[in-house]
């Protein structure tokens, strides 16, 4: 599985940027795809993911501010981030499972906020 993102880029506090992730390659009908991210001297963290069935899940300091959606005819994930701030300020890779294989991963792609 090849995971493709775009979107990324520098904002000011308070814009918005749409983050997006193409998968390719043998693809599962059941799956889970989302975001990580992860800013200097710390761990990767959970931003959002969505399953097949459009179950999603969000990290506590995100909710309200970004919604993740998809298409699966496409095979295509969405982060719409709003109210950007400058701790989202971090390197966010796009996060495909199927529940059978390793996690795929996307080379990471980085959003800047500045205040």
């Known amino acids: 599985v090849q995971l493709d993102e775009s979107g990324g880029g520098l904002v000011q506090a308070g814009g918005s940027l749409r983050l997006s992730c193409a998968a390719s390659g043998s693809i599962f009908s059941i799956n889970t795809m989302g975001w990580y991210r992860q800013a200097p001297g710390k761990q990767r963290e959970l931003v959002a993911t969505?399953?097949?069935?459009?179950?999603?899940r969000y990290a506590d300091s995100v909710k309200g501010r970004f919604t993740i959606s998809r298409d699966n005819a496409k095979n295509t994930v969405y982060l719409q981030m709003s109210s950007l701030k400058p701790e989202d300020t971090a390197v966010y890779y796009c996060y495909y499972s199927d529940y059978v294989r390793f996690d795929f991963w996307g080379q990471g792609t980085q959003v800047t906020v500045s205040s």
């Open positions: 969505i399953t097949n069935t459009g179950g999603t």
